[in-house]
């Protein structure tokens, strides 16, 4: 069965929608027409000119070569890759319906399929980069064939999901390819990829309790003053972080840091909301680098102005906007600079 990357809009906005009401949605805004109508190709390239007046016949190809597959070429039972944009996961399910549309939905969800998804994502750091960079293609929709994809994503399938194993990757490769938008055709999100080298060195310098160290660093850099629990028992808490001078300013936090893969449940996250009582603090920052299972930051809600979730991509962007204010002895272990690149432009 083929296997088919698709994106939940550019931010990852409707990521929840996708997972929660088991469907992917072809996400073209105001194309409303019957896709199973439309005969051939060059016909639905015209229906995006009408849509579009302004876009060069590049950007009408590029955007027939995913809209097309959607409605004719995905099969029921062919695997999809969702990659996750707030969370270090990769949602996978298996297509479990004809295209469908309706013309009385919202837009942009005209257009769908179900989906059976996985019981629990797959964290990002069991594929390996190769595979992963095949998940970072610019387009919202496309097969991923290179690299022998199908074959490993088989095996990975058979093995429970666990991380790749040396022999998997290096496996002989199978299979035809199609006309249609795939891996091996377009250009891949640079930033993803540099993103998970930087994932990857962080991994490696600041594993188990260190990856609280990083976290001070970046607080501290933050403005906060900070105490961190020794390495062991931190009695509910990892760190203490206060504003103002000597940090006894108005604000003061506990925090609770999570280095591992596994995604990190309500019960955990309510440990933390036990430790404020204890250390008197009225806010709390859980940082979980696996990130939180799908209902936590739902069911938080009701405790926005107390509790932050911080997942993988949050302690990036953190990181990424006080690098420059970080000790040195960090930024040593940790050398990044930043590279200005040209953006994707659609011709």
Excluded at 33 to 58: C, F, M, W
Excluded at 59 to 84: C, E, Y
Excluded at 144 to 171: F, H, P, T, V
Excluded at 186 to 207: G, N, T
Aim: aromatic share 10%; net charge negative; proline share 4%.
């Amino acid at each position: 069965m083929a296997v088919w990357l698709v994106r939940a809009g550019a931010q990852g906005e409707y990521e929840q929608k996708f997972i929660q009401e088991n469907r992917i949605y072809l996400t073209w805004d105001e194309l409303n027409a019957e896709l199973t109508q439309i005969e051939d190709r060059a016909q639905l390239i015209s229906v995006l000119a009408e849509l579009d007046s302004d876009a060069k016949p590049k950007k009408l190809m590029n955007h027939a070569s995913q809209i097309w597959p959607f409605a004719r070429t995905m099969q029921i039972g062919d695997r999809v890759i969702l990659p996750s944009k707030t969370q270090p996961v990769i949602y996978i399910g298996r297509i479990t319906s004809e295209y469908q549309h309706d013309a009385s939905a919202e837009n942009p969800f005209y257009h769908w399929r179900s989906i059976q998804w996985l019981p629990d994502a797959v964290p990002r750091s069991h594929f390996s980069q190769d595979l992963l960079y095949s998940f970072g293609a610019f387009l919202t929709i496309c097969r991923i064939q290179r690299n022998n994809a199908e074959a490993r994503l088989d095996q990975m399938e058979a093995n429970g999901w666990k991380a790749e194993s040396n022999q998997q990757i290096i496996a002989p490769s199978s299979g035809s390819v199609e006309s249609d938008a795939t891996d091996e055709q377009v250009e891949s999100d640079l930033e993803s990829y540099a993103h998970d080298q930087i994932i990857k060195l962080i991994k490696a310098r600041f594993k188990g309790h260190n990856l609280t160290r990083l976290v001070t660093a970046i607080l501290e850099a933050k403005g906060y003053t900070c105490w961190q629990s020794p390495e062991g028992a931190d009695g509910g808490v990892d760190i203490l972080a206060g504003d103002g001078p000597m940090g006894f300013g108005a604000q003061n936090i506990c925090v609770e840091v999570k280095s591992g893969d596994g995604l990190v449940d309500r019960p955990t996250v309510d440990k933390l909301i036990g430790a404020m009582t204890k250390f008197n603090a009225p806010q709390g920052l859980f940082v979980s680098w696996g990130g939180f299972r799908s209902n936590v930051q739902k069911e938080l809600a009701s405790s926005f102005f107390r509790v932050r979730l911080w997942t993988q991509h949050d302690l990036l962007e953190q990181l990424f906007v006080h690098y420059d204010k970080l000790d040195e002895s960090i930024k040593a272990e940790l050398p990044l600079k930043r590279v200005w690149t040209v953006a994707s432009i659609e011709s």
